[in-house]
């Protein structure tokens, strides 16, 4: 059974920085992209950011580029997304989710976390 557990939301002033990871297990992720995801009060949920688990390849929703990073640490079955210079706008419920890249690639995910809280206020 696949798991996916986020940790690392918190509440952080605009400008500053969290991590996410997000822990997976349950199967092998070879062929597989792991994607984080957000949701805000009374918005849809939306893209983010999505790694390949194997060659690494990275991509970002025009809105965090720059500022947030995703990476991987295949020995701890670990995704990361490193979020800098965050704004207000930043603010919602961040998701990581797993698929086959064929499926990540159309927007859809197979496996879902609980979320994690991420709240940027003054």
């Known amino acids: 059974q696949v798991q996916l557990v986020e940790s690392g939301g918190g509440l952080v002033q605009p400008g500053g920085s969290l991590r996410l990871s997000c822990a997976a297990s349950?199967?092998?992720?070879?062929?597989?992209?792991m994607g984080w995801l957000r949701q805000a009060p009374g918005k849809e949920r939306e893209f983010v950011a999505r790694v390949t688990w194997s060659g690494g390849i990275t991509y970002y929703t025009d809105s965090v580029k720059g500022r947030f990073t995703i990476s991987r640490d295949n020995a701890k079955n670990t995704v990361y997304l490193q979020m800098n210079s965050l704004k207000p706008e930043d603010t919602a419920v961040y998701y990581c989710a797993a698929a086959p890249t064929i499926v990540a690639i159309a927007g859809r995910y197979n496996y879902w976390g609980q979320g994690t809280q991420v709240t940027v206020s003054s």
């Open positions: 349950g199967r092998t992720f070879d062929n597989y992209s």
